[in-house]
């Protein structure tokens, strides 16, 4: 089945699959080759270190043995743990000591070391102030003499704390963030990787469920755009629900997506929930068909032939050749009366005859007359019932069945009149009208007497 999901000489979507096939080998040779320890917080240039052993309890909980001493945002170099006191801590008290002495007017920023030979130890000092200090430790870690280490370092903060020309700073900058991108990157690739697999699956499944409901379409009785448009809705589902995934495998949280999907759902659903009404009912109206293209129906007070079924609207031709556009809302919730469901359907005439014909006769001149019209049905066969003993006459009722078809419907009922009538007067019944008496009452007499000079017809 999967083959005639698609187009054989669709030539987009193989290209397509080429290069989604290209950009995962390239993620995965990625993972493969660039070195995960790179662009992390350890950046220390590859310095053979004295040998030291250290036990496993001294090792940072959080990995990271060295963190950076930062000036106006950007790293000078960094520093490691010292005692009790872990890298990012040390580095944390720095870097407020820095932002200090950058919050003051430029006046002695000037950075001094001062050297301690008793104790083994130089501090950084600016304007006499401390700003760190340089131990056996930091001369370990990167096997230089503490002395040579704190004019290293003091060089630098000098250096960062001149104002750099715009150029170099703006470079800095987006040299920072170039690196912290990547150490996110790499962070997040898994789940990078996983969210692009969750699209990749939903672009296939929506793309491959829109094809298939445009081929299962084709028996609907419904225009083309219907179609298109119902295939759409379906490609959209499909991918608001792979988008929900995506999300979430990025790392935000489900029930926050849901709930602002669900909250987002009934505002649009509230304020348009006329014209999706009149969607959904069609949808409705597709899947249960009580009607199809060409059936003749009455809906409330309009009757005529069903033209075109849409989404939003059923669109009628009445008999005398109007128009009507139904919203499907009301097409849903109304009585609907199909006339040409079936191919057939009854008629009657009714007719009165005299008190003094013979009843089984008349029955007989009727049914025999009835079928001798053509296009009336055999089976079921005519019915002639005694339906009221009127004033003057008694009323028969000819029922009879003919093509459901409005037009076929008329003639067959006009001929079948027709045949009655003749059939009646060939075979001698009276077939009277209605007789009224009339009685005048509290009326003067005529007298003949003075009109006998007028012609008999003005009396």
């Known amino acids: ?25 390239a993620i995965t040779i990625l993972i493969v080759v660039l070195p995960v320890g790179k662009g992390l917080t350890q950046e ?15 090792i940072p909980a959080d990995g990271l043995f060295f963190a ?16 009790d006191i872990t890298a990012q801590e040390r580095s944390q008290i720095v870097n407020r000591r820095i ?16 050297f301690d030979s008793e104790r083994g130890i130089a501090t950084l000092q600016v304007s006499n102030r401390v700003l760190m200090t340089v131990t056996e430790q930091d001369s370990q870690d990167f096997n230089l003499a503490v002395e040579t280490l704190a004019g290293q370092w003091a060089g630098q903060l000098n250096q960062a704390f001149e104002q750099p020309p715009l150029v170099i700073d703006v470079g800095q900058r987006l040299f920072v963030t170039v690196r912290e991108f990547q150490r996110d ?18 672009w296939l499944i929506a793309t491959s469920l829109r094809h298939l409901t445009l081929v299962g379409a084709q028996h609907w009785e419904v225009d083309r755009n219907s179609k298109i ?19 979430g495998v990025l790392g935000l949280d489900f029930a926050t997506l849901v709930g602002t999907l669900g909250l987002t759902s009934v505002a649009i659903g509230f304020s348009l929930r006329d014209v999706l009404s009149n ?33 939003r609207a059923t669109t009628l031709i009445t008999y005398d050749g109007r128009v009507v556009y139904i919203p499907n809302q009301e097409v849903f919730t109304a009585v609907i009366t199909n006339n040409t469901a079936c191919e057939t359907r009854r008629s009657s005439v009714m007719v009165g005859i005299e008190y003094g014909a013979d009843i089984a006769t008349v029955k007989q001149i009727l049914s025999e007359a009835v079928l001798k019209v053509a296009g009336i049905e055999a089976e079921p066969k ?9 004033a003057s006459t008694v009323n028969i009722e000819v029922r009879f069945w003919v093509n459901s078809r409005r037009l076929p419907f008329l003639e067959m009922t006009s001929q079948v009149a027709q045949a009655v009538k003749e059939s009646l007067q060939k075979a001698k019944i009276q077939m009277p009208t209605e007789i009224y008496t009339v009685d005048l009452r509290n009326f003067p007499p005529v007298d003949n007497r003075n009109n006998s000079h007028l012609p008999r017809s003005s009396l």
């Open 1 to 25: 089945m999967i083959p005639t999901l698609f187009h054989k000489g669709d030539r987009r979507l193989i290209h397509t699959q080429q290069f989604l096939l290209a950009v995962a080998m």
């Open 44 to 58: 220390v240039a590859p310095i053979p270190v004295t040998p030291q052993t250290s036990d496993s309890s001294s």
């Open 68 to 83: 950076d001493v930062i000036v106006r945002g950007q790293p000078v170099f960094q520093i490691g743990s010292v005692g």
């Open 99 to 114: 932002a200090g002495i950058l919050a003051q007017p430029q006046i002695g920023r000037t950075v001094t070391v001062n």
């Open 185 to 202: 990157t790499i962070d997040n690739l898994p789940s990078f990787l996983g969210a692009l697999l969750a699209a990749i699956a939903t």
């Open 229 to 247: 448009l119902v295939s759409r809705l379906v490609y959209g589902a499909v991918w608001v629900i792979g988008g929900v995934v995506t999300l």
């Open 279 to 311: 969607y959904f009912s069609g949808i409705i109206l597709l899947a249960s068909r009580p009607f199809r293209l060409g059936d003749q129906i009455a809906i409330k007070e309009f009757e005529g032939t069903v033209k075109q079924i849409q989404l």
């Open 382 to 390: 005519p019915e002639i019932l005694i339906r009221e003993l009127a």
